[in-house]
């Protein structure tokens, strides 16, 4: 019972759901990856240029979510200028969205 009482303050500051976290988080990733690697087969097999868009934005999204993991759990990418890149990330895939949505209807 005193060891139980003795470790309940390092218990208590073990963040159960980090694990969890770290694991989707991993597992966008590998998608992402493996979409821009599926994207770059189809643009090598077809040669259609809307896929290029495709190809961009996954690896802008690997980017992100890579950049993403290093400010998470590095301190030194702490600061403002990394949510400025992330935020700035994120506008360049939505607008590559927005562009290949355009482009492929006109």
Not at 5 to 11: A, E, N
Not at 37 to 63: K, V
Request: aromatic residues 12%; without cysteine; glycine residues 4%.
């Amino acid at each position: 019972m005193f060891a139980l009482m003795t470790l309940s303050p390092v218990l208590l500051e073990i963040d159960l759901f980090q694990g969890l976290e770290n694991s989707i988080a991993a597992g966008i990733g590998i998608f992402a990856i493996l979409l821009l690697a599926l994207s770059i087969s189809a643009y090598r097999r077809t040669g259609l240029r809307q896929i290029i868009y495709a190809i961009i934005i996954f690896a802008l999204f690997a980017i992100q979510l890579f950049f993403d993991f290093l400010e998470n759990h590095f301190s030194v990418l702490d600061n403002p200028i990394a949510d400025v890149i992330l935020d700035s990330l994120t506008l360049a895939i939505l607008v590559l969205f927005f562009l290949a949505i355009v482009r492929t209807k006109s």
